[in-house]
């Protein structure tokens, strides 16, 4: 099983960008899907973006869709997002998480996650 570490959070004014890293420990990391959340103080955990196994299957929340990347690098068991055209409503402490075989959008079916990376954009 594979544990996750995120990193890349910070403070960034509207319109900047951030890039987040996961990094997976483990020699199975291919074998996990992997999904980016979000969750903003007094709100749900909610579905940022997600990945398959290989990376060439990608899903995002009509929310980020055209603004934020997720790539995967299985050499180095790390997966990104890149946040770009950044709004204050982007804030809140992104987690990645890894479940096996396929994505899904519900948080409840991935069963690792990491700490969470907090990111505040201002206005």
């Known amino acids: 099983q594979v544990q996750l570490q995120e990193s890349g959070g910070g403070l960034v004014q509207a319109g900047g960008s951030l890039r987040l890293s996961c990094a997976a420990s483990?020699?199975?990391?291919?074998?996990?899907?992997m999904g980016w959340f979000r969750q903003a103080p007094g709100k749900e955990r909610e579905f940022v973006a997600a990945?398959?196994?290989?990376?060439?299957?990608?899903a995002y929340a009509d929310s980020v869709k055209g603004r934020f990347t997720v790539s995967r690098d299985n050499a180095t068991n790390t997966v990104y997002l890149q946040m770009d055209s950044l709004k204050p409503e982007d804030t809140a402490i992104y987690y990645c998480?890894?479940?096996?075989?396929?994505?899904?959008?519900?948080?409840?079916?991935?069963?690792?996650w990491g700490q969470g990376t907090q990111v505040t954009v201002s206005s």
């Open positions: 990945l398959g196994r290989s990376g060439s299957s990608t």
């Open positions: 998480a890894a479940r096996s075989v396929s994505y899904t959008y519900v948080p409840l079916a991935y069963y690792i």
């Open positions: 483990g020699r199975t990391f291919s074998n996990y899907a």
